[in-house]
């Protein structure tokens, strides 16, 4: 059985992920699973990874040359237990020290008459994420026991109640964490961010909330949906699942108003989403509790009118140009303020037409123009070779926005599954190459300078950024999982995961310590029993800047008992 990379050809490009085949008992035959979702390719796209396809091949090649080592050690039993424990978990279980939730959650465990320390559990189980990121059975036998300190709960508490009880109460947990981390750090929430994302599974049918919908990796499989809402400051602030044939619409506004009831928020509040939030519904709803918004708009569907204007570009434009300290243009902007229309639900299913004052501001990006025709071209390249040979409608992914197909056979009839004759339709080509670059703001603050409706808005990049965290770094698909209740608590655990991560980036950090290098340090920092001391195992690199920055002693290759104990109890 080996790894191997997995490349889907999707309407938003060449997804990667690492599958491994496997020996399926039931059917008797070689089968395939997902075990690490990597990302799209133009994502992956950096410095540091200019062919994200060539690096991660590389990747699997290793992780297929450490499974035959392990298989090679584990045949021979050279080694009966690594006698290493990972230390780095310590930070992660500080937040949870720090914001003093324990009897407040071992209260919830007492409610449901459950034996076992619940704060323990879930600060263990959360620590576990970010060491290594796993299935519930290799967290019990393998990663949890690495730890310095032994947990007082079992596998089998862990699958049959510690789970199911995390997910079915995740609301309130998620309140008992917000009110502490109010109490000690206080909650910015003048403007808040959301937006949605899905995990698939690999099952047949639909089952429970495990449903059918628009899949964020364009997959058929069924998924469950997760709305995420970060603060002012772009810390986690609340998450609410969802069956995945449901919209993300209604879940933004009723995770706003649930934030508000239960942190008791009376003040207003900027919602800030992007255009596949931006309705009429959320716009009045938005109005109607006092708060107000920020939604992107596509340029592209505007009225001939207004996308007339928002292309201007001679003297009368008024154009704003923002530049960097080199003089290079940043974006250049510009704004006006009018009455809009909007159509919206009545009474007895009637529509009812408003006028709503805004500020709309236009702004024009050449990095992102460079970007945007960079894929424009690359998706017309890719249909040009696709329409060298008899393709199917299906392979063509996002390249089809470009392509009129004509059905080569049969009744005429064009599914994703028949072969077509495709033409490249260049006069969308050219509109969208004229577009590449533009983006439209809508925003109920109309007294907001146009630069700060830019900035804020472009805060939502931290919200991308924990949902790649999640996928990634965090491996938060739920492979094996069957019970709603279970699903819903492993993703509390991962939330918890990132908001532990976020807590120390951004509040104890202050922002000058990324997320990737705290969990760098969370897994390198081993040690291993010298008698009566510990000898380090951490890596320097990995280790000191936050050790710097925590006022510690971890770059010592000795570390006594005492700092040991002292690490272990250690609060923010």
Request: charged share 30%; with cysteine; hydrophobic share 35%.
């Given at each position: 059985?080996?790894?191997?990379?997995?490349?889907?050809?999707?309407?938003?490009?060449?997804?990667?992920?690492?599958?491994?085949?496997?020996?399926?008992?039931?059917?008797?035959?070689?089968?395939?699973?997902?075990?690490?979702?990597?990302?799209?390719?133009?994502?992956?796209?950096?410095?540091?990874?200019?062919?994200?396809?060539?690096?991660?091949?590389?990747?699997?090649?290793?992780?297929?040359?450490?499974?035959?080592?392990?298989?090679?050690?584990?045949?021979?039993?050279?080694?009966?237990?690594?006698?290493?424990?990972?230390?780095?978990?310590?930070?992660?279980?500080?937040?949870?020290?720090?914001?003093?939730?324990?009897?407040?959650?071992?209260?919830?465990?007492?409610?449901?008459?459950?034996?076992?320390?619940?704060?323990?559990?879930?600060?263990?189980?959360?620590?576990?994420?970010?060491?290594?990121?796993?299935?519930?059975?290799?967290?019990?036998?393998?990663?949890?026991?690495?730890?310095?300190?032994?947990?007082?709960?079992?596998?089998?508490?862990?699958?049959?109640?510690?789970?199911?009880?995390?997910?079915?109460?995740?609301?309130?947990?998620?309140?008992?964490?917000?009110?502490?981390?109010?109490?000690?750090?206080?909650?910015?929430?003048?403007?808040?961010?959301?937006?949605?994302?899905?995990?698939?599974?690999?099952i047949d049918r639909e089952k429970g909330d495990r449903r059918k919908g628009p899949s964020k990796e364009s997959r058929n499989d069924p998924i469950i949906s997760m709305g995420l809402l970060?603060?002012?400051?772009?810390?986690?602030?609340?998450?609410?699942?969802?069956?995945?044939?449901?919209?993300?619409?209604?879940?933004?506004?009723?995770?706003?108003?649930?934030?508000?009831?239960?942190?008791?928020?009376?003040?207003?509040?900027?919602?800030?989403?992007?255009?596949?939030?931006?309705?009429?519904?959320?716009?009045?709803?938005?109005?109607?509790?006092?708060?107000?918004?920020?939604?992107?708009?596509?340029?592209?569907?505007?009225?001939?009118?207004?996308?007339?204007?928002?292309?201007?570009?001679?003297?009368?434009?008024?154009?704003?140009?923002?530049?960097?300290?080199?003089?290079?243009?940043?974006?250049?902007?510009?704004?006006?303020?009018?009455?809009?229309?909007?159509?919206?639900?009545?009474?007895?299913?009637?529509?009812?037409?408003?006028?709503?004052?805004?500020?709309?501001?236009?702004?024009?990006?050449?990095?992102?123009?460079?970007?945007?025709?960079?894929?424009?071209?690359?998706?017309?390249?890719?249909?040009?070779?696709?329409?060298?040979?008899?393709?199917?409608?299906?392979?063509?992914?996002?390249?089809?926005?470009?392509?009129?197909?004509?059905?080569?056979?049969?009744?005429?009839?064009?599914?994703?599954?028949?072969?077509?004759?495709?033409?490249?339709?260049?006069?969308?080509?050219?509109?969208?190459?004229?577009?590449?670059?533009?983006?439209?703001?809508?925003?109920?603050?109309?007294?907001?300078?146009?630069?700060?409706?830019?900035?804020?808005?472009?805060?939502?990049?931290?919200?991308?950024?924990?949902?790649?965290?999640?996928?990634?770094?965090?491996?938060?698909?739920?492979?094996?999982?069957?019970?709603?209740?279970?699903?819903?608590?492993?993703?509390?655990?991962?939330?918890?995961?990132?908001?532990?991560?976020?807590?120390?980036?951004?509040?104890?950090?202050?922002?000058?310590?990324?997320?990737?290098?705290?969990?760098?340090?969370?897994?390198?920092?081993?040690?291993?029993?010298?008698?009566?001391?510990?000898?380090?195992?951490?890596?320097?690199?990995?280790?000191?800047?936050?050790?710097?920055?925590?006022?510690?002693?971890?770059?010592?290759?000795?570390?006594?008992?005492?700092?040991?104990?002292?690490?272990?109890?250690?609060?923010?």
């Amino acid at each position: 059985m080996a790894y191997f990379l997995k490349k889907s050809n999707t309407k938003k490009g060449v997804y990667l992920q690492i599958y491994e085949s496997y020996r399926n008992k039931e059917k008797k035959e070689t089968s395939h699973r997902a075990v690490k979702s990597i990302g799209y390719v133009s994502e992956l796209t950096c410095e540091k990874i200019p062919d994200p396809i060539a690096y991660y091949r590389a990747e699997v090649k290793g992780m297929n040359e450490k499974r035959k080592r392990e298989m090679e050690a584990s045949r021979i039993k050279t080694i009966e237990s690594d006698p290493t424990k990972n230390l780095g978990y310590f930070l992660v279980k500080s937040v949870f020290g720090t914001l003093k939730v324990e009897s407040h959650l071992n209260l919830l465990a007492k409610i449901a008459n459950k034996p076992y320390d619940l704060n323990e559990a879930i600060a263990s189980l959360v620590s576990a994420r970010i060491v290594s990121p796993c299935s519930k059975i290799k967290t019990m036998e393998e990663v949890i026991p690495s730890f310095l300190e032994p947990v007082h709960f079992s596998s089998d508490q862990l699958y049959d109640s510690i789970l199911p009880l995390i997910g079915d109460e995740y609301e309130r947990i998620l309140e008992i964490i917000n009110h502490a981390f109010a109490r000690k750090y206080g909650r910015k929430t003048d403007s808040v961010f959301f937006d949605g994302t899905n995990y698939y599974f690999e099952i047949d049918r639909e089952k429970g909330d495990r449903r059918k919908g628009p899949s964020k990796e364009s997959r058929n499989d069924p998924i469950i949906s997760m709305g995420l809402l970060l603060d002012a400051e772009q810390i986690p602030l609340a998450m609410k699942m969802f069956p995945g044939n449901e919209s993300e619409k209604p879940v933004m506004r009723e995770i706003i108003k649930d934030m508000k009831e239960k942190n008791g928020i009376a003040g207003r509040t900027i919602q800030v989403a992007d255009k596949g939030l931006n309705c009429a519904k959320n716009i009045c709803e938005a109005l109607k509790s006092g708060d107000g918004y920020i939604f992107s708009q596509s340029v592209k569907r505007l009225p001939e009118q207004e996308r007339k204007w928002a292309l201007l570009e001679n003297e009368s434009a008024r154009w704003t140009e923002i530049r960097d300290g080199s003089g290079a243009l940043l974006y250049k902007c510009k704004s006006c303020i009018d009455k809009f229309q909007y159509r919206v639900g009545g009474g007895a299913g009637r529509q009812a037409t408003v006028s709503l004052t805004q500020k709309r501001v236009v702004t024009f990006s050449p990095p992102l123009a460079e970007k945007k025709r960079h894929e424009i071209k690359k998706m017309v390249e890719r249909a040009r070779e696709l329409s060298g040979y008899q393709a199917k409608k299906k392979e063509y992914g996002d390249a089809a926005r470009y392509v009129s197909f004509k059905a080569v056979s049969g009744d005429g009839e064009i599914l994703d599954d028949t072969v077509v004759a495709a033409t490249i339709d260049q006069s969308k080509v050219s509109e969208d190459l004229r577009l590449a670059g533009y983006n439209l703001l809508i925003t109920s603050e109309t007294k907001m300078k146009a630069e700060e409706i830019y900035k804020v808005y472009h805060r939502l990049w931290r919200i991308e950024e924990t949902f790649r965290t999640l996928k990634s770094e965090l491996d938060a698909r739920p492979v094996y999982l069957q019970k709603r209740e279970s699903i819903y608590g492993h993703f509390l655990i991962c939330y918890l995961a990132v908001f532990a991560l976020r807590v120390l980036q951004i509040k104890e950090f202050k922002d000058e310590i990324h997320t990737n290098e705290i969990i760098s340090f969370v897994r390198s920092l081993k040690v291993l029993k010298n008698g009566e001391s510990y000898i380090n195992l951490g890596s320097k690199d990995k280790i000191k800047k936050i050790n710097d920055r925590l006022g510690l002693n971890l770059t010592n290759y000795f570390l006594t008992d005492k700092t040991i104990k002292k690490l272990l109890s250690f609060k923010l």
